[in-house]
């Protein structure tokens, strides 16, 4: 890829800085599978604590994380409730079926937000021996397919009621928890009390290189320590990684809301756009177009990647756009030209 792309297809495409690789270079190192990475520790330590909880576990991914979180709920035979669109469902590689042997439950939501009263109905009776065991309620957050949808802190509280009353675990997906939580202002002690355990990651909108993160609380995260090792994610000197997602948490979680005001902008030169139907209303850094039932996504795509603009395909009539820490404002300016100047 040449050095002046534009890379919308995701803020996953991040590289690190100049500061985060000086940062990850210095970083105190040991083997991790032994305990003995301190800087692994200390990330695992500084995540948990963000959210309150007592302990952290540094994995290679969010499917990792992710999965990792299902198998030590969930047994063959089990279910888990989710959204239709949830990335633990559709993007993990039939991880839930393959990893753990547990079915889904799939609610429609709403950008693929799940309410209390749909998870409610989607409870299993567990005397009634006709029905998997209902073992999870997993949420995303914000929500990717959703286009970013953030959720209401007071509908997350009122599942989070329902998990409690009915002896359910509650995980999140929080690949992009931080681009929720700039914007809504919850306290993220009073967020993480809504979890029994967050993923979140170090590779999107934070950009850091590699890696997520898994919390909750002691017991879990033992567990889940050697869910990993099973799933051969047991890394050893990985300090030298994980430093990047230190630094990454430490500065630039605020670094975010910039990438909010660029996707609004974004949202407002595609909603003039004459080939365009419909934009999801922007809530955070991702935008999702629905063209014309006349225009071509690929004929778009196309076009863009002519002028050097990557963007992705997302299924039907749109597409995908993401604002990151690589875009900026002289890009923004580039982008808005050329998406002005599609016909
Ligand atoms: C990116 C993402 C993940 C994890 O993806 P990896 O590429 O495995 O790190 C999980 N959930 C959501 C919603 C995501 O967008």
Not at 35 to 45: K, Q, R, Y
Not at 141 to 165: F, H, Q, V, W
Not at 299 to 308: D, F, H, N, R, S
Request: hydrophobic residues 35%; aromatic residues 6%.
């Amino acid at each position: 890829m040449k050095n002046d792309t534009i890379d919308l297809r995701s803020d996953t495409v991040t590289k690190p800085s100049k500061e985060m690789l000086d940062y990850m270079f210095s970083a105190p190192v040991g083997d991790d599978v032994f305990g003995e990475d301190p800087t692994v520790n200390e990330l695992e330590a500084y995540a948990a604590e963000l959210f309150g909880k007592e302990a952290g576990l540094y994995c290679s991914s969010g499917t990792q994380t992710n999965q990792i979180a299902i198998n030590v709920y969930c047994r063959p035979g089990d279910e888990v409730i989710c959204s239709k669109e949830a990335h633990i469902y559709k993007y993990e590689g039939g991880g839930i079926a393959k990893n753990s042997g547990s079915s889904v439950k799939l609610l429609d939501g709403d950008r693929g937000r799940i309410n209390a009263p749909d998870v409610k109905g989607a409870i299993n009776d567990p005397n009634n021996v006709h029905y998997p065991i209902t073992a999870l309620v997993a949420l995303e957050d914000t929500m990717n397919r959703g286009g970013g949808a953030i959720y209401n802190p007071e509908e997350i509280k009122r599942i989070k009621a329902l998990c409690t009353s009915e002896g359910l675990p509650l995980h999140l997906d929080g690949a992009r928890v931080f681009n929720a939580l700039v914007e809504t202002g919850v306290d993220y002690r009073t967020y993480g009390g809504y979890f029994d355990s967050i993923s979140i990651c170090l590779s999107k909108g934070l950009g850091a290189p590699v890696g997520s993160v898994l919390v909750g609380d002691k017991d879990f995260i033992q567990r889940a320590r050697r869910v990993r090792k099973v799933y051969g994610g047991g890394m050893r000197q990985a300090g030298i990684i994980a430093a990047g997602g230190q630094y990454a948490l430490k500065n630039n979680i605020s670094l975010l809301k910039e990438d909010h005001r660029k996707a609004k902008e974004l949202e407002r030169t595609l909603n003039a756009c004459s080939w365009v139907e419909s934009v999801l209303e922007v809530q955070t850094n991702i935008v999702v177009a629905t063209l014309n039932p006349e225009a071509s996504v690929d004929k778009i795509v196309g076009q863009l990647a002519e002028k050097e603009i990557l963007v992705m395909p997302f299924g039907g009539q749109s597409i995908r756009m993401v604002t990151h820490l690589d875009i900026d404002d002289a890009q923004l300016e580039q982008i808005i030209t050329a998406i002005n100047s599609l016909r």
